[in-house]
């Protein structure tokens, strides 16, 4: 059976997250999105890792579900599952650089979380300051701490490619696993895509050839849950066969055909995140790979330093060109699939908040794109089947031609996304790509660089 998993998040208790991230509205929200399992995340806050204890209940071997919840949403799924996971950021220093890496750890049980949580108290790490606290151990000496905790965890590398803070970041990450985690890399199952990269990017990079590429939206807000996620086959669900699927490709040439696996992942668009393209916001430069290449990566205005994009550091560090081939499924969906089936396939979408925005021509906060949205959902089900499964005449009855459209050129991927760049989110335009404008186009003010750090991450 499929489940639809949505493994990183962050908590009320992370900073610049919405008051809303907490249990009862996440697995509110889960349900209308078509989510079926949740990380808890930031276990490692005090007050959320009460949160937990108070809220959640055990539903099966590793996985929790919230008390008394309920949905008025319209669905036949259950409410969801949770898993334990959360955010560490490690700062250090190595090979002469300051690295700042994000990694995400899978418990296995409450037990596991509470030993992880006492000892990073005893080595003082300030855990009630962030939900994503920071710590002073590398990346390799935290996964030996947590292995050495309880073997059955699990530590992914996450959004593996932001210049900033992660495994592959330009600006102070590595160039391979091994450098990172060194004797401990064999430990490492998999990575997560972030929101500027695809898995098509990662396919590229050959120490990847037989990991798990895993993603997740990394949401800072409900309505943000989804975005990216991983749909995993499970016999049955529960922590012990997530992680079997997570380590399928490492361990079985043949991982295609276990009973637990990754089906496959739903992606951003990666045009859309925040640091795809290299540039310097300030300055308005923005350069793709083959101009980064000609010019270098200083800024032609200021002569400072670029943030080296995500798209660039993939071509530094791949050894084989893009290989995909397009699948057209039954609804109209483009799906992407590696030839060489190392990997699962996946598709691209954009949020049907953004769709019923640009339809209107209005802001995906205002009121009116809301309420048509919260309708939508209630009409038709939970979002992520409206954007893969429904009908186009079905959703045009509901929704109206103008959405139907909307959701049809998302799936044919016949859309314009113009890329992001230094912490500044790509555009995407709908009803741009064969010259038709929208009623009212979406303005620059959701992309001002002082919005960057606000709720709607």
Do not use: N
């Given at each position: 059976m499929q489940y639809v998993?949505?493994?990183?998040?962050?908590?009320?208790?992370?900073?610049?997250?919405?008051?809303?991230?907490?249990?009862?509205?996440?697995?509110?929200?889960?349900?209308?999105?078509?989510?079926?399992?949740?990380?808890?995340?930031?276990?490692?806050?005090?007050?959320?890792?009460?949160?937990?204890?108070?809220?959640?209940?055990?539903?099966?071997?590793?996985?929790?579900k919230v008390k008394n919840s309920s949905s008025k949403f319209k669905s036949e799924k259950k409410d969801p599952l949770f898993i334990l996971s959360t955010e560490i950021s490690s700062i250090y220093s190595q090979g002469g650089k300051t690295r700042r890496i994000h990694n995400l750890i899978f418990a296995p049980s409450l037990g596991t979380v509470e030993k992880i949580n006492k000892e990073f108290l005893r080595r003082s790490f300030n855990l009630a300051?962030?939900?994503?606290?920071?710590?002073?151990l590398s990346a390799k000496d935290l996964l030996e701490l947590v292995l050495t905790?309880?073997?059955?965890?699990?530590?992914i590398p996450c959004h593996a490619w932001t210049p900033w803070f992660s495994l592959y970041g330009s600006m102070s990450g590595f160039d391979s696993i091994e450098e990172c985690f060194g004797k401990y890399s064999k430990f490492i199952f998999g990575v997560e895509t972030g929101l500027s990269s695809d898995p098509v990017m990662n396919w590229r990079i050959k120490e990847l050839k037989n990991k798990a590429i895993l993603s997740s939206s990394d949401s800072h807000s409900p309505a943000k849950m989804g975005r990216e996620a991983t749909v995993f086959e499970l016999e049955k669900p529960t922590f012990k066969n997530i992680r079997r699927a997570i380590l399928g490709p490492s361990l079985k040439p043949n991982w295609s055909k276990l009973p637990d696996r990754i089906d496959y992942t739903i992606e951003f668009y990666p045009e859309e995140g925040k640091y795809h393209y290299t540039g310097h916001r300030n300055c308005r430069v923005v350069q793709s790979p083959k101009e980064t290449k000609e010019k270098g990566p200083i800024c032609s205005v200021c002569k400072k330093g670029l943030t080296v994009g995500v798209m660039h550091r993939v071509e530094q560090l791949a050894k084989k060109e893009d290989a995909f081939v397009e699948e057209i499924d039954p609804n109209g969906v483009k799906w992407i699939t590696d030839p060489s089936g190392n990997h699962p396939k996946y598709v691209n979408l954009v949020p049907l908040l953004e769709i019923v925005a640009e339809s209107l021509g209005r802001p995906v906060s205002s009121v009116r794109t809301k309420e048509v949205y919260e309708n939508i959902c209630k009409n038709l089900g939970p979002e992520l089947d409206i954007l893969l499964n429904i009908s186009i005449d079905e959703i045009s009855i509901i929704a109206g031609e103008k959405l139907a459209e909307g959701v049809r050129k998302v799936r044919q991927r016949d859309i314009v996304i113009k890329p992001g760049f230094d912490g500044e989110y790509g555009v995407v335009k709908i009803w741009n790509s064969d010259g038709e404008q929208a009623e009212e186009p979406l303005t620059g003010k959701q992309l001002k660089s002082k919005d960057q750090l606000r709720l709607d991450f």
């Open positions: 998993a949505d493994l990183h998040l962050h908590s009320k208790y992370s900073r610049a997250v919405s008051p809303q991230m907490v249990l009862p509205v996440m697995s509110e929200w889960a349900i209308k999105k078509g989510i079926d399992i949740l990380a808890t995340a930031d276990w490692t806050h005090p007050l959320w890792s009460r949160h937990l204890k108070e809220e959640l209940e055990e539903d099966g071997e590793g996985l929790f300051s962030d939900g994503r606290p920071i710590i002073g905790i309880d073997k059955e965890a699990i530590l």
